[in-house]
């Protein structure tokens, strides 16, 4: 059973529209949530992150709602761009470490011009 | 170039085979991971190495996998008696000394095809 699920497995977004990407966990001791991303033939690179004492985290574009009773959180981007076309994980921690992370599949992102 | 490098990108093995993939973490970073990645899956944890402490394989799918880390830089991932459900993209990625919260770096991947 999967421990961080993402829903969508794609999303089409027109550029300078608002792209959503939503991500769930069933594990309430998760307490910190990442999110890659990764275009083809290259590894995840990181984006943003969020700790559960917080429920908004905003680096440029980027946003990262986090709502905890709901175990769900979801990533931000206004607006959106053409070279943000890439899959998105959402990944979360069960240590305090952060060492050992629970990856989700994936939402495939398509910015259209 | 200062980034995670991985080899091969690509791998081709009959069943049965052992292969060997080989990662190089950026210089410096104390910790290692190896994660794969088949089709339509996120990314699965396989093993970690944090400095000179015994690795977490907790991941390891079956005996048949394996990892080593020499002199706490180079890794190498083996897979011995392949099967075709091994077939995935196989990452590495490594992150500082151990402190709160990490950011991982990811290497390319390479993608094994067991046929």
């Known amino acids: 059973d999967q421990q961080v699920k993402q829903n969508s497995p794609s999303l089409s977004v027109q550029e300078g529209r608002i792209s959503i990407l939503n991500c769930d966990y069933t594990n309430s001791m998760f307490d910190y949530f990442l999110w890659y991303k990764k275009y083809p033939a290259e590894g995840p690179t990181f984006l943003i992150s969020?700790?559960?004492?917080?429920d908004k985290n905003e680096d440029g574009r980027f946003t990262v709602f986090l709502n905890k009773s709901a175990k769900h959180l979801s990533l931000h981007i206004v607006p959106s761009q053409p070279g943000d076309s890439a899959v998105y994980f959402c990944?979360?921690?069960?240590?305090?470490?952060?060492?050992?992370?629970?990856f989700g599949p994936g939402t495939r992102l398509s910015v259209l011009p | 170039g200062a980034g995670v490098s991985q080899s091969p990108s690509n791998k081709v093995t009959e069943k049965g085979k052992d292969v060997e993939l080989r990662c190089d973490p950026i210089?410096?970073?104390?910790?290692l991971y190896w994660y794969r990645q088949s089709l339509g899956q996120g990314l699965e944890f396989l093993i970690y190495f944090q400095g000179n402490s015994a690795p977490d394989k907790s991941g390891l799918p079956s005996d048949r996998f394996s990892a080593e880390r020499t002199g706490g830089s180079v890794s190498t991932l083996t897979i011995q008696r392949t099967q075709q459900e091994d077939s995935a993209v196989y990452l590495c990625?490594?992150?500082?000394?151990?402190?709160?919260?990490?950011?991982?770096?990811f290497g390319p991947g390479t993608r094994l095809t067991v046929l």
């Open positions: 210089s410096g970073h104390t910790a």
């Open positions: 990625a490594s992150s500082p000394t151990s402190s709160y919260y990490n950011e991982q770096f």
């Open positions: 990944a979360a921690s069960l240590d305090n470490y952060g060492q050992n992370f629970v």
């Open positions: 969020i700790s559960s004492i917080k």
